[in-house]
């Protein structure tokens, strides 16, 4: 039939795979979600899987039209494997870019989970997240996230918050990641209980919980594990 | 059945498989590189190629196709892999052996039970051969994860926290990795938790972001807790 050069059968739906399992950094399993960046959503090759699909997809057509013209009773056996084998390859073909399109959703589903509010936020703000994901994929976020908040007002409920446990004091240590958001860099901050801070970039404090909590949402300061530091 | 959507098991369907072809085929002569010079159009009847496992399915349920066991999988690795379990670096011959040897077995018996309902006898004696080569090799598999490697694997994940295991796991396969990788996942989380207490468990994206993998990273880069946790190291020695 055709005389290109024998390319090695489901070659591009393989690689595309294969990307996504190096997406991880290293080689976490995919499914691990916790540590997974999602590789930048490789349009060109998956308009490649889809025009070799394509090709197959052409090659079965050629070759059944081919011998239904013979209009014999029955397809001669020499056909049939090459049929099946462009059958075969198509399917192939559906199911690696299925899959690739499911684990990415899924991973942005993940993603959503953990870092909650914030990620959605963050990636209007920075673009960090989103130069990874294709435009389709960035109005999934966004319906996502449109999707849980519908839910969790008609139960009026937060769904982000139930996930941390009570904790066992009331303070906790905190860093200044950012400090330009709080108004004027180095003024001082009325918090909700009363207290008031001055938030300089890479400061620590010993807070309230309720209080730096919300920041710590958003990510304006880190939350510091372990024990208060007598320093 | 794998899951449809599983990345790893369609990774390893993608084992290439020799086989010889029982009657000419049509139209896919680009298959087999000997033939390129002919100016033939079809893969004359028995010749032989290597395709990959998703593509041999249909064929060799329909008996179209005889199909070899890849050298990999064959008695001489075989007797290799028997001898020395722990040693053999499986990942160099297929990152997901266990897995791409599976469906192999797996295809290889459905296959001959379909079609020695139909075939001729001799015919018949060399697909039973075939399915017995299977068989043992489906016994081989299942000895050698379960064996020497597991064990190893177990006690590596479990006792090696912080530590660079890069070496070892760079020889276990895809199946033996997400194994070893739940086993370092609990035993860093056991760490933390007898270092720290409960207070640990605010932290949720952060952390918990740095402690999937056990080389290097087992424990959150925070300086003041790295200083916490070398001054309690010190004091259990």
Known sequence: MSSQPPKPLGLSVRDLLLELKRGSGGDSAVSDGKNYVLPAYNDILVQTCLDEMNGHLQELEDQVSTVTQRSKEKTPMSVRPSLLLQNAAIQRHKRCLLTYHQVRLNSIQDMYWQQGVASVNKAKADNNQNENLSPLEQEFQQEYHKLIQ???????????????????????????????VFGEVGSMIALESGASVTFTKGSTHFLLFSDVEVFINDGYLALLEGEEQDM | MPNYYDVDAILAEEELVPCSTNFDFSYLAHLDPDLHGTGKHYLPEGSRVKLPLWALDKWASLDFVNIGIPRHYQRKARERLEAAPSEVNLRKRNERYFM??????????????????????????????????????????????TGERLRQTLDWSLSSVGDDVTSYTNQLTEMERRLFQSGAVAATANLRWRVHGKSRWLIRSQTDNNNTRPPKNARPVTPETEQQENDNKRQKR
Do not use: C, M, W
């Open chain 2, 100 to 145: 791409a040897g599976r469906f192999l077995v797996d295809l290889i018996e459905t296959s001959v039970q379909k079609v020695s309902k139909s075939a001729a006898s001799s015919r018949r004696d060399r697909l039973e051969q075939v399915a017995l080569e299977a068989k043992k090799l489906r016994n081989t598999l299942l000895k050698t994860y």
């Open chain 1, 150 to 180: 519908k839910y969790a007002s008609s139960l009026d409920l937060d769904l982000h918050s139930l996930p941390t446990p009570p904790l066992p004091q009331d303070r906790v240590q905190v860093r200044v990641l950012r400090d330009d």
